[in-house]
Nanobody
Framework: VQLQASGGGLVQAGGSLRLSCSVS????????VGWFRQTPERDREFVAA????????RYADSVKGRFAISRNNAKNTVYLLMNSLKPEDTAIYYC??????????????WGQGTQVTVSS
């Protein structure tokens, strides 16, 4: 199973970005996916997760109401729409497979990460 994260970039505070996580090697409708982020100053931090059916979603308190996770099983892709971005959202964002928990050790496969930078 391979995951490919994309969609990162530089955006001003208050702006939006949509990250994509493309999954290959397995049908996405059998796979729960989570997003995490990491900076040199902070350990890997849970952002959001979505269950295999899309009926279950979880968010970190810091992003609730601003971020939305969704999936398109036909395209084998999970999305993270990030609105009202803040400078503290700056990080490398990773997607990971096989979990809906905030514990990164539960996840089996990880993508390579995409950089998000929010300027003030």
């Amino acid at each position: 199973v391979q995951l490919q994260a994309s969609g990162g970039g530089l955006v001003q505070a208050g702006g939006s970005l949509r990250l994509s996580c493309s999954v290959s090697g397995r049908r996405l409708d059998y796979t729960a996916v989570g997003w995490f982020r990491q900076t040199p100053e902070r350990d890997r931090e849970f952002v959001a997760a979505i269950g295999w059916s899309g009926g279950l979603t979880r968010y970190a308190d810091s992003v609730k109401g601003r971020f939305a996770i969704s999936r398109n099983n036909a395209k084998n892709t999970v999305y993270l729409l990030m609105n009202s971005l803040k400078p503290e959202d700056t990080a490398i964002y990773y997607c990971a497979a096989d979990g809906v928990t905030n514990d990164p050790s539960v996840y089996t496969y990880w993508g390579q990460g995409t950089q998000v930078t929010v300027s003030s």
